[in-house]
């Protein structure tokens, strides 16, 4: 079945550093990615939409300087934490999509970030 | 506006016992999909099923059942004869077919203690 693969899967890194994040999908085109973000015993909450090709589509009160997305194939994304902040410890998770809502959505397995 | 309601924010089971997770979502679009995830302690996100509007038929997959109805809006998920290893977070999400883009709103989620 269609995998996505994200990585790192844990990262500890200093305040003011930044830190990238991974989501690549591994046997299909993902024209849509989405990066959500997940506090301890919390929901997932959707942080951005990032398009193949175009800029990425940030969800209110998601700072888009703070959280850069890059989508710059059909197959990889990534989440950049600029300068990094304890507050932005998390548990980060992509999905992937091939187009229509009618298609499963495909999860990699999480970027726990700790920023110490 | 669209939501996903899971009241129930911890259960505690015996194993074998018969649970049901409750799931009320709420849209204005006549075609959505539903999704139900299990997320383990480890993180990740496995699908579980994907349920189109027009699809009110109760779906059976081993121990796991599916009841959809529109008239209340609820698509509620039973796990039979539980055991350990179903403890989990287990996420009922919706997706709007207006969106045509695959982009989840999730529940609140609802922690799942299967004890021995």
């Known amino acids: 079945g269609a995998v996505v693969s994200q990585h790192p899967s844990r990262v500890i890194c200093k305040s003011g550093t930044s830190v990238k994040i991974e989501c690549r999908s591994l046997d299909f085109q993902a024209t849509t990615m989405f990066w959500y973000r997940q506090f301890p015993k919390k929901s997932l909450m959707l942080m951005a939409t990032s398009n193949e090709g175009s800029k990425a589509t940030y969800e209110q009160g998601v700072e888009k300087d703070k959280f850069l997305i890059n989508h710059a194939s059909l197959t990889l994304s990534t989440l950049t934490v600029t300068s990094a902040h304890p507050e932005d410890s998390s548990f980060y998770i992509c999905?992937?999509?091939?187009?229509?809502?009618?298609?499963?959505?495909?999860f990699g397995n999480g970027t726990r970030l700790t920023v110490t | 506006a669209q939501k996903v309601t899971q009241a129930q924010t911890e259960i505690s089971v015996v194993e074998k016992e018969d649970v049901t997770l409750d799931c009320v979502y709420e849209t204005r679009d006549t075609t959505y999909y539903l999704f139900w995830y299990k997320q383990p302690p480890s993180g990740e996100l496995v699908f579980l099923i994907r349920?189109?509007?027009?699809?009110?038929q109760n779906e059976i997959s081993g121990r796991y059942s599916w009841n959809f109805q529109k008239s209340t809006s609820s698509f509620n998920f039973t796990i039979t004869a539980s055991q350990v290893v179903d403890s989990a977070v287990y996420f009922c999400a919706l997706s709007e077919e207006k969106s045509n883009t695959g982009k989840l709103i999730f529940g609140q989620g609802t922690t799942l203690q299967v004890k021995p």
């Open positions: 349920r189109n509007s027009f699809d009110e």
């Open positions: 999905s992937a999509s091939t187009g229509p809502s009618a298609s499963p959505l495909h």
